[in-house]
């Protein structure tokens, strides 16, 4: 079957990127269809917010729920080193006490889901259950999106939300935009339907995570600080971030030779493992017990050539993905997701959505995303020490607090790398091309 209602914009994928990319449409009034595989509300990590985000979430008119939902308000980040020495909180008050100093730890199933419920109250049409075999292409524009019924869930307790939509039952259909955007996160689509899609050998890691009841919660303004600590052995770095109703996300990330060759077939045994030999996470976790499954993922770190094409934007993490230990993956979503929005009604306005048109905001986004990187290629330097480095310039701790806020699109921000070169080999930006 083949519909020839054509629509101003299809967005493959309901998370951050795409319900922000399809609220901003539809607020241009734009006609605008999301096509989301799953079924929220669903499991995903990436729960720690940066408090950044809160100029999008104005613009998406979410920040009344967000302050009245149950998340867990945060208000710095710590830092625990391999032999268990604590770092300085960073406080983003302190630099800067107003409202959007401060963020909120997140559970995503409920986060997600309130984003895309809000895409649908500003207009956009969503369909939950349809999976995108491919985009569809007219020589080198695409054109629309052949689309099938994805399975259901195995989870009975994940439900087709209220007003869901659901797709025809033929085996094959065809949807036609004039602009396709890829939000499909990790599983990058397009990205990959082109070959573009390059991964970052020197951020080549993997992960194993779940969530605890029970963990250990500092109090007063630390009460929801996320934090980072390396293992005593520095092959790898846990997130502990609380969460509302008592639970705490905790994960180690590590290389995959050193988190998976040799440790058998169950990940929560290896999980539980480093847990026991991080003698920080170990006393945060006595007592607590997993409320969840156990996730893995590996290759964390890559990113396309190209932002766009004629016809067609990617956003989020089907753009790229960095390393996840400085929390800037949602910021990194929702701002590609509103700046491509933008640059898709630009584009429709004059007629031209061409690769040049389309992409005219990602200069801006991989600068931003740039400079995360090179802050988590110093992170990952065994021979560099952020103590060692302040104590050299304590000029920049306020940039490392700006940076660790997600204001990641200000050259003001620069000089710190300049005097991190003198410490650590940071890596050159990645070429990025119009059209290949």
């Known amino acids: 079957m083949t519909s020839n209602d054509q629509y101003d914009c299809i967005v493959i994928g309901g998370g951050p990127a795409g319900a922000t990319c399809a609220t901003i449409l ?7 269809l999301v096509l989301e595989r799953g079924r929220f509300p669903r499991f995903h990590v990436g729960e720690s917010l940066m408090p950044q985000t809160y100029w999008t979430f104005k613009r998406l008119g979410v920040l009344d729920a967000l302050r009245q939902s149950h998340f867990v308000r945060k208000e710095s980040v710590q830092f625990v080193t391999a032999s268990g020495k604590e770092s300085r909180p960073y406080y983003f008050t302190d630099r800067d006490p107003n409202e959007w100093s ?6 995503r199933d409920e986060f997600d889901k309130l984003l895309l419920d809000n895409a649908r109250a500003h207009g956009a049409e969503v369909r939950e259950g349809v999976g995108v075999r491919r985009v569809l292409f007219e020589g080198d524009r695409a054109v629309g999106v052949a689309v099938s019924p994805a399975p259901r869930t195995a989870d009975a307790s994940v439900a087709t939300p209220s007003g869901a939509e659901e797709i025809s039952t033929d085996t ?8 396709v955007v890829d939000a499909t996160g990790q599983s ?5 339907q082109l070959r573009i899609i390059t991964p970052d050998p020197k951020l080549k890691k993997g992960a194993i995570y779940a969530h605890y009841r029970g963990g250990l919660r500092d109090t007063g303004r630390d009460e929801g600080a996320t934090l980072v600590l390396h293992t005593p052995n520095r092959e790898g770095w846990f997130w502990y971030i609380p969460l509302p109703d ?3 996300s905790v994960g180690v990330i590590g290389d995959p030779l050193y988190l998976f060759h040799g440790r058998g077939d169950d990940p929560g045994a290896t999980l539980s493992e480093e847990i026991a030999n991080c003698p920080a996470v170990r006393r945060r976790l006595i007592g607590a017990e997993r409320a969840s499954g156990v996730y893995v993922t590996s290759d964390l770190s890559y990113r396309a050539d190209r932002m766009a094409g004629d016809g067609w934007v990617l956003v989020g993490d089907a753009f790229g993905f960095l390393d996840p230990v400085y929390s800037a993956g949602v910021l990194l979503a929702l701002k590609g997701g ?3 929005a933008d640059a898709i009604h630009d584009a429709l306005e004059a007629g031209d959505v061409s690769a040049e048109r389309l992409g005219r905001f990602a200069p801006e986004l991989t600068t931003g995303l740039h400079r995360m990187r090179m802050l988590v290629h110093a992170f990952y330097d065994k021979g ?3 103590g060692a480095f302040f104590r050299d310039h304590p000029e920049h701790r306020d940039r490392m607090v700006r940076l660790l806020i997600g204001d990641l699109f200000t050259d003001e921000i620069d000089p710190i790398f300049d005097d991190l070169r003198q410490y650590s080999n940071l890596p050159d930006p990645v070429p990025l091309t119009v059209k290949g």
């Open 384 to 386: 560099l020490s952020f």
């Open 26 to 32: 539809a607020d241009h009034g734009r006609r605008t």
């Open 102 to 107: 401060t963020t909120w730890q997140v559970r």
């Open 188 to 192: 990058a689509l397009l990205s990959r």
């Open 172 to 179: 094959s259909s065809e949807i036609r935009a004039k602009v």
């Open 246 to 248: 008592d639970i705490v």
């Open 338 to 340: 509103e700046f491509a």
